[in-house]
Each structure stands twice: as C-alpha cells, then as structure tokens.
C-alpha cells in the first residue's frame, strides 16, 4: 500500500524478453502491491521472463494491441478492488522509481489522472530518440489542449496513473473495438479532460534505449495515425 491506497502496475508487454525483467527489477516493491504483466502475444520469452521476475502474468494468446493489453489491465483492477492502477512501457522507457511521484497528487491532491511529462519542468529525456517522435510529442498536446481547452505539455507518454474508480463512468467507453491499439490511451485522456476530472502531470523521465535491443514497437506512420485518430473522431462528434 501507498499512502493507504491499494496500487496495481500494468505494463504491457510485446516480445520484450530483453527488457521486461529489468522494468520489474526496478519497481518499489513497497510502493506497488501488484506487478501485472500484460503479454500481448509474444513469441519471445516475455511472459517467462516477468514471472522470473517475480510479475503476475495475463497472458493474451495472440496479438491483441496495446489498448486490448491495457484494457484487459484495467478489468483486473477494477475486479480485485485496485485504488490506484499505474501504467508504464514494457520496453524500460519509464523510470519505475518515479511511481510516487505519479502516485501523489492522487493520494494527497484528490487528483483523478496523473500523467507523466518529460517536458515539464524537472523532467528529463534522452536516449534515442527517433526526430519524427521529438516533433510528434509536441505536437500531439497541442492538438489536444486545443479540443480540450487546456494546456498540457505531455499527451502520448504511457507513463500514467488513474484513480481506478474513473474507469467506471458510464460515460467513458473503453469497450469500443476502435481502442485495441494506440487510440485507448488518448482516449482516455481526451476523456477525463474534457469530463473535468482532475488532472496533473508531473515531471518523469523517458530514455529511449539503443537502437540495437529495440526503441519501440511504434511504426511512424500507421501507429501515430492512432495516436492522431481519437482527436478526429472527438472533435467530430463521430465517436463517444
């Protein structure tokens, strides 16, 4: 327990059988009380690796997506009574030992969704950063702070945490086919934007590895078409 919240950790995982051990490795145990592996088809080693890790594994079967994988994620947290339900990348991007600092303003601020943001002041990024990802990632929360009427530095990092309970309202539909890629997560925050819940983001850091073990399973155009597609379909009226 955290601050005397129950805290699940989802990270969704695709053929990251180099990396996943090293994310669990560095979670603070004594912060989270389950580490959720989402296994999201892979054909490596992934799910061996996390449960050697000591992580609980869902393991999906085949490919499903990443929203699937996060969706499935939020069902467990919900069924087992989760106050707090974390989110972090598969593939060591995130820094786990920044949990609490997401975790905070939900526990003393009465926050509903924290995102981590590594532009904000105090955060840090680095590492291989692909050029065509530096200029989507301000881009993309200048899109949504526009739709939104709010300023946000930060809008494609998975590094979050949710007030479990918001993923409840009946007016937020995380159940749509249209979610199981990279659309659920800016969904989501479209959503709890644009519904009033409290919202903060606080400084994280994000270091892409090297290019040889793998950055990321994100293909520049179709997948950030995605990430684009939840703020078209909103702004438009053509999806609730």
């Known amino acids: ?32 009380d389950k580490v959720l592996v989402v296994d999201d ?19 999906l079967g085949s490919v499903k997506g990443v929203g699937f994988a996060i969706r499935a994620g939020f069902d467990l947290a919900r069924s087992e009574g989760f106050d707090i339900t974390v989110v972090i990348a598969g593939n060591n991007k995130d820094c786990p030992e920044e949990i609490p600092r997401l975790l905070d303003p939900l526990c003393d601020a009465n926050c509903d969704f924290v995102m981590g943001a590594r532009y904000a002041r105090g955060g840090r990024h680095g590492g291989d950063m692909p050029l065509y990802r530096k200029i989507a990632t301000r881009l993309h929360p200048m899109l949504i702070g526009l739709l939104c009427g709010r300023r946000i530095t930060e809008s494609t990092n998975g590094f979050r945490a ?78 609730k």
């Open 162 to 239: 949710i007030r479990t309970s918001l993923l409840s309202d009946p007016r937020i539909n995380l159940d749509q086919r249209w979610l199981n890629g990279y659309e659920l997560e800016v969904y989501l925050l479209i959503k709890a934007l644009k519904l009033g819940f409290k919202y903060a983001e606080v400084p994280c850091t994000k270091i892409y590895p090297p290019k040889e073990i793998g950055q990321t399973k994100m293909r520049p155009f179709v997948d950030w078409w995605k990430m684009l597609r939840p703020i078209a379909l909103l702004a438009l009226g053509l999806k």
């Open 1 to 32: 327990m955290y601050k005397g919240k129950r805290i699940l950790l989802i990270a969704p995982a695709y053929n990251e059988q180099a990396k996943i051990g090293e994310v669990i490795r560095r979670v603070p145990l004594q912060v989270v």
């Open 41 to 59: 088809g892979s054909t490596d080693a992934t799910a061996q690796v996390a449960r050697d890790a000591g992580a609980n594994v869902l393991s």
